[in-house]
Nanobody, 117 residues
Framework: QVQLVESGGGLVQPRGSLRLSCVAS????????MSWYRQAPGKQRELVAH???????NYADSVKGRFTISRDNAKNTVDLQMNNLKPEDTGAYFC???????????WGQGTQVTVSS
């Protein structure tokens, strides 16, 4: 089992920045990819950014050039630097980890990001 705890959400004005962090604990040696997802009210959860254990990244088109995912395998953390935030970035952000051996996925409890003036 892997436990994920997110932090760093909050209220920010448009064009502002936030940095989200996620710490993994438990069976962390089995973690392969780690990702950030978000879910806006009334919408489905969507992938924001993904990073493999070897550093290969991909991003949702809506955040390319504004968000950066980074990962520290030694510390079992994955961060999401969010710049030039827009109101449409508002939502609950969730950390996700994939188990390399079982294919299981793990979720954090989420952290709220609100972009509003």
């Amino acid at each position: 089992q892997v436990q994920l705890v997110e932090s760093g959400g909050g209220l920010v004005q448009p064009r502002g920045s936030l940095r989200l962090s996620c710490v993994a604990s438990g069976a962390t040696l089995s973690i392969a990819a780690m990702s950030w997802y978000r879910q806006a009210p009334g919408k489905q959860r969507e992938l924001v950014a993904h990073m493999s254990k070897f550093g290969i990244t991909n991003y949702a088109d809506s955040v390319k050039g504004r968000f950066t995912i980074s990962r520290d395998n030694a510390k079992n953390t994955v961060d999401l630097q969010m710049n030039n935030l827009k109101p449409e970035d508002t939502g609950a952000y969730f950390c996700n980890a994939e188990d390399a051996f079982t294919g299981s996925t793990y979720w954090g409890q989420g952290t709220q990001v609100t972009v509003s003036s």
